[in-house]
């Protein structure tokens, strides 16, 4: 069991999913397995079947919800400060062929969401970032090419 590194939002996000999941879709899925229930022949019955489908949609990710939050490893961001790029750390780049600045804050991987300027920390752009310090140029392998930046400003919030 691998602990993971999440900050205190992300981790307060996959636990407002589980309670949730847990107090108002599971509730609500046993309700629609009753009410199709009454409707007699379960075999051909389709009701039946899509809520007991839903039932066990809604109990895996319940399961998967549970054990990341029993592995992660909340990291507040806040505390932190330095130059160095770690997790949590917000990073200003400068894209080195366009001049175009880009702001990406380093965090886990189940909140990683690149249009919001959130970027996993096992993405190719976290991992070359990781130890760097302002003013250090920095090549990014992505799916579109090579990539090359210079660090403008780390920051902790």
Do not use: C, W
């Amino acid at each position: 069991m691998d602990k993971f590194p999440i900050t205190p939002e992300g981790y307060q996000a996959l636990d407002k999913e589980l309670k949730q999941r847990q107090q108002e879709e599971r509730p609500r899925i046993i309700q629609a397995i009753a009410e199709a229930r009454s409707h007699g022949d379960l075999s051909e019955n389709a009701e039946y079947h899509a809520a007991k489908e839903a039932q066990s949609l809604n109990e895996g990710r319940i399961a998967e919800l549970e054990d990341k939050l029993s592995r992660a490893e909340i990291i507040d961001a806040s505390k932190l400060s330095g130059s160095t790029v770690m997790f949590g750390a917000t990073v200003t780049l400068v894209d080195e062929d366009t001049e175009e600045e880009k702001v990406y804050k380093i965090v886990g991987e189940t909140e990683a969401d690149v249009k919001a300027g959130r970027v996993s920390i096992s993405s190719p752009t976290a991992r070359a970032l990781i130890g760097k310090k302002i003013g250090d140029s920095v090549e990014v392998n992505t799916p579109g090419g090579g990539k090359s930046y210079e660090i403008l400003k780390v920051a902790f919030q």
